[in-house]
């Protein structure tokens, strides 16, 4: 019994011995109840953005925006005179809702017609769409009962009598960039590039760091010493398998009829700097992290919750800002962003290009940061073999 208490002992000290399993045993549970639990801290989504187009330009019209304003759900980001050009607007603002107020809405109601409002709605995020068009729809519902039952009982007509004749406006709600509300056509391609992120740092934790780990660095520095062929070398069998896995996920979205739209070209380069970018951070970590082990820990952590953080289920501008930023830091942020707009929402490449250029700006850093570590490593081992 004391041989096996020793034992357990020993493994104990050997695991606090190992400073990196250490630290994300203890670590990231907390940081994951931490991070997770900021992001869905609010637990309700608020001050969703709308566009109101008001072709009306009435008081009653006034109020019904005023109404808007007042919800809690959403907000007015922009009030328009007509439709024309809103898509861009709606893209660039982020508005899920477009509400067209049409031009006899005030006639029809004064005349006792029952008025039609027109809602467009961005179905490429079912969560917030929903939610924004449910805020419309309460909204009119309430403002439509108001209106009525205030001119029933000035007609004699008892309260109660009339809160429950009312009727509500007509709503036609067209739904866009997402055909049928097929759930698959919204999950499947965010949940397969977020494996694919991380199937590609997986294999970059190992270029390096199982250099260092078996001893092979000198042997490889002696065929190739300058920094930036040696990681042209360790990323290009990546960076070709992963055109590999775009044709697979193409086969999918063929398999599954999913059409995409969009710049093509613009989603090719997005692709590639997003490429770059996994591939600056994978390298880095492989190369101050000497140990295939302690390297994939590491970014295991920066891989796992990417999904959450991204933004692609849950509103980005509903997480903490701290959060927003450790989420703009990750690649997958701004190439998830990029794809729901391109294909979802076939937007042009004007709507991406702040994000193409975060990307960039990761990629850049990622990889000056590993050839000034790389040198610096490379001119240390020809002074150790001298």
């Not at 019904?64 to 907000?75: A, C, G, P, Q, Y």
């Not at 759930?183 to 934790?205: D, E, H, K, N, S």
């Not at 040696?230 to 069998?237: A, D, E, R, T, Y």
């Given at each position: 019994m004391k041989k096996f208490f020793a034992l357990i002992g020993r493994e104990f000290k050997l695991f606090w011995d190992n400073s990196v399993l250490r630290l994300l045993f203890i670590g990231a549970p907390i940081m994951y109840g931490v991070l997770i639990g900021a992001v869905y801290q609010k637990g309700k989504i608020t001050d969703l953005p709308i566009i109101v187009v008001d072709e009306d330009a009435t008081p009653i019209s006034a109020k019904l925006i005023e109404m808007l304003e007042d919800n809690e759900t959403v907000r007015i980001v922009d009030v328009l005179p007509s439709i024309f050009g809103v898509k861009d607007l709606a893209i660039e603002k982020e508005a899920t809702v477009i509400v067209e107020i049409p031009k006899d809405f005030s006639a029809d109601i004064q005349q006792n017609r029952i008025p039609e409002l027109k809602v467009f709605v961005d179905g490429s995020n079912t969560l917030t769409s929903n939610t924004a068009l449910m805020a419309v729809n309460q909204v009119t519902m309430t403002m439509k009962a108001g209106m009525q039952i205030e001119s029933q009982m000035k007609k004699g007509v008892p309260e109660y009598v009339a809160m429950q004749s009312f009727e509500p406006f007509k709503m036609t709600v067209v739904k866009q960039s997402i055909r049928s509300g097929n759930y698959l056509y919204f999950m499947l391609p965010g949940v397969l590039l977020t494996v694919f992120q991380q199937v590609l740092l997986l294999g970059l934790a190992l270029t390096f760091a199982s250099e260092f780990e078996n001893g092979t660095f000198g042997t490889l520095t002696q065929k190739m010493s300058n920094p930036i062929g040696l990681l042209v070398v360790k990323m290009f069998p990546y960076m070709?398998?992963?055109?590999?896995?775009?044709?697979?996920?193409?086969?999918?979205?063929?398999?599954?009829?999913?059409?995409?739209?969009?710049?093509?070209?613009?989603?090719?380069?997005?692709?590639?700097?997003?490429?770059?970018?996994?591939?600056?951070?994978?390298?880095?970590?492989?190369?101050?992290?000497?140990?295939?082990?302690?390297?994939?820990?590491?970014?295991?952590?920066?891989?796992?919750?990417?999904?959450?953080?991204?933004?692609?289920?849950?509103?980005?501008?509903?997480?903490?800002?701290?959060?927003?930023?450790?989420?703009?830091?990750?690649?997958?942020?701004?190439?998830?962003?990029?794809?729901?707009?391109?294909?979802?929402?076939?937007?042009?490449?004007?709507?991406?290009?702040?994000?193409?250029?975060?990307?960039?700006?990761?990629?850049?850093?990622?990889?000056?940061?590993?050839?000034?570590?790389?040198?610096?490593?490379?001119?240390?081992?020809?002074?150790?073999?001298?």
């Amino acid at each position: 019994m004391k041989k096996f208490f020793a034992l357990i002992g020993r493994e104990f000290k050997l695991f606090w011995d190992n400073s990196v399993l250490r630290l994300l045993f203890i670590g990231a549970p907390i940081m994951y109840g931490v991070l997770i639990g900021a992001v869905y801290q609010k637990g309700k989504i608020t001050d969703l953005p709308i566009i109101v187009v008001d072709e009306d330009a009435t008081p009653i019209s006034a109020k019904l925006i005023e109404m808007l304003e007042d919800n809690e759900t959403v907000r007015i980001v922009d009030v328009l005179p007509s439709i024309f050009g809103v898509k861009d607007l709606a893209i660039e603002k982020e508005a899920t809702v477009i509400v067209e107020i049409p031009k006899d809405f005030s006639a029809d109601i004064q005349q006792n017609r029952i008025p039609e409002l027109k809602v467009f709605v961005d179905g490429s995020n079912t969560l917030t769409s929903n939610t924004a068009l449910m805020a419309v729809n309460q909204v009119t519902m309430t403002m439509k009962a108001g209106m009525q039952i205030e001119s029933q009982m000035k007609k004699g007509v008892p309260e109660y009598v009339a809160m429950q004749s009312f009727e509500p406006f007509k709503m036609t709600v067209v739904k866009q960039s997402i055909r049928s509300g097929n759930y698959l056509y919204f999950m499947l391609p965010g949940v397969l590039l977020t494996v694919f992120q991380q199937v590609l740092l997986l294999g970059l934790a190992l270029t390096f760091a199982s250099e260092f780990e078996n001893g092979t660095f000198g042997t490889l520095t002696q065929k190739m010493s300058n920094p930036i062929g040696l990681l042209v070398v360790k990323m290009f069998p990546y960076m070709l398998m992963s055109v590999g896995i775009m044709l697979m996920y193409y086969g999918f979205s063929r398999y599954y009829n999913m059409i995409i739209g969009g710049a093509f070209w613009a989603f090719l380069l997005s692709t590639f700097i997003f490429i770059l970018a996994v591939c600056g951070i994978g390298v880095l970590v492989s190369i101050i992290l000497p140990n295939q082990l302690k390297a994939t820990e590491v970014l295991m952590v920066i891989a796992t919750p990417s999904f959450i953080l991204s933004g692609f289920t849950w509103p980005h501008s509903q997480m903490p800002i701290w959060v927003q930023t450790i989420a703009d830091m990750i690649p997958l942020t701004h190439y998830l962003k990029i794809f729901r707009l391109l294909y979802l929402n076939h937007s042009g490449i004007s709507h991406v290009l702040s994000s193409i250029w975060a990307m960039a700006a990761i990629a850049v850093v990622t990889l000056l940061a590993s050839l000034v570590i790389l040198h610096f490593k490379i001119k240390k081992e020809k002074s150790r073999v001298r």
